[in-house]
C-alpha cells in the first residue's frame, strides 16, 4: 500500500511503512477489534503489583509503574471491541458491546472502591483504638496510584468482558 | 432468557444478490452485524428484525424462528414427495 510516484516521495512512504505504524493505524481504523484473552489479565495484575509497591514505598516507584500499566490498557483499549473504529454511530450489537464491557468494568471498579474505602476507615478506626494501622493513601502520588488504579480497573475488565461478548470474526464477513 | 434465533438471511440475501455490505447499509448495522446475524451468533432486536424482513418484503416470521428452517435440498425433496 506504498506510494508510488516521486521516488523521493516512494522512498520516505517506504520506511514510514516499514515502522509499522501506518500498519497499525490501519487496523485501528478498519480492522477486526481484537479479542483479547490474557493481556488484560496481565495488565491487572501489574496494576495490583504497582500498587503493592506504592503502598510499600511511597517513593512514587509504585505510581510509574501504574502509569505505564495504564498507557498500555489505552493501546489495549484502541485495539479491542470497545473502540469506535471508524468514529460514526454503533449499531445496536456494537452499542450492546460497549454497554455490557462498561458495566463489567465500572462495577469491579466501584467494588474495588467501595471495600478500598471500607478498609481505610477500619484502618482509621483500628489506629484510633490502637489494634492495627492499615495503609492508607496520603500523599498525592498515593491518590493518582489510586485513582489510575480504578481506570486501569474498569478498563481492562471492560476489554475483556466485551471481548467475551464479541464472536470470532470470519474471513468474507465484510465482502461485498 | 437467551433462546438462539435460527433465521434465512443467508438464503435470501445471496438468492437476491444482495451483498453483506449493501443489506447492512439497507438495515442501518455495521455488515459484521449482519455475517454474526447469519450465523447465529447475535439474535436482533424486533427493529432490525422488521427491517431486515422489508428488505427481502417478507412476513418476519419467514425469516426468523426458534426452530431450524429445513434447507433447500430438504425443501426440494418435500416437494418432489407431494
Sequence with gaps: MTYKGDPLAQKLDQVAEATGFPRLQRRMQFGNPVRFRVMPLVLLALAVAGLVLQIGRPNGFGYLVIITVWSATTIVFVLGPLNNRLGGKLDERESAIVRKGHFAGLLVAFGVAVLGTFAFALGKIGAMIGLWNIWAPETGFDWMALTFFLLTTEANVAVLAASKATPEPLQGDDDE | ?82
Design chain 2, 1 to 82: 432468557m437467551n433462546r438462539r434465533i435460527y433465521n434465512r438471511i443467508a438464503v435470501l440475501r445471496v438468492e437476491a444478490g444482495i451483498s453483506r455490505k449493501a443489506l447492512a447499509e439497507k438495515v442501518g448495522v455495521n455488515p459484521q452485524t449482519i455475517g454474526f446475524l447469519e450465523r447465529g451468533d447475535y439474535n436482533p432486536s424486533l427493529e432490525l428484525a422488521l427491517n431486515i424482513a422489508a428488505v427481502f418484503k417478507l412476513p418476519v416470521d419467514l425469516l426468523f424462528s426458534f426452530e431450524p428452517f429445513p434447507t433447500v435440498a430438504e425443501t426440494l425433496l418435500s416437494q418432489g414427495d407431494r
